[in-house]
């Protein structure tokens, strides 16, 4: 038997083969998972970072564009919006007047642990928040207990006459 089908029937060391042959793509995957596990987390931050901005700004009375992004940056920087960000690429606060509603939108870049081993050094993620700007009345909320006791002795019909008076 020759040097070459001795070789060729050898079975001893084929797990190494196979196993070194697929080690990168398993790695490779693993990275992307862990990777979109922290751009899910960054934005998870910035959402919760663009809704505390949107709320600050609407309930801040501030009526100036210039003067609403600058409560919006603040709280943006309060609530570590620009920590899961390596690059803010696109900022923008609406004032809709019409349907009575300010936006703040918000995106960028979030840099990657292990996916640059695949090329992709960054991935872009963002978030947006729309809130009703507070009317000029006043706000009445009314709590009713309508419970047993409030059925008795006519208590009921004469809550729902009162509040309806008010």
């Known amino acids: 038997m ?6 060729a029937r050898n079975c001893n060391g084929g797990v190494a083969v196979y196993f070194a042959a697929e080690i990168v793509p398993l790695m490779l995957g693993a990275g992307v998972a862990i990777d979109m596990v922290q751009v899910n987390a960054s934005t998870t931050v910035l959402q919760n970072a663009v ?10 009375g501030k009526t100036d564009k ?20 390596e690059t ?12 009575n509603t300010l936006s703040v939108t918000v995106s960028g870049k979030r840099p990657t642990s292990l996916m640059h081993l695949a090329g992709i050094d960054k991935v872009d993620i963002g978030a947006t928040a729309v809130v009703n700007l507070p009317s000029d009345g006043l706000g009445v909320a009314l709590v ?9 002795d006519g208590r009921l019909p004469a809550l729902k006459s009162a509040a309806a008076d008010f």
């Open 88 to 99: 803010i690429t696109d900022f923008d606060v609406k004032l809709d007047e019409n349907n």
């Open 51 to 60: 809704d505390a901005a949107a709320l600050g700004a609407a309930s801040s």
């Open 66 to 85: 210039d003067e609403i992004e600058k409560v919006v940056k603040s709280y943006l920087a309060a609530n570590k919006a620009n920590a899961v960000l």
């Open 144 to 152: 009713l207990d309508v419970r047993g006791s409030m059925k008795a």
């Open 2 to 7: 020759s040097m070459v089908q001795k070789f």
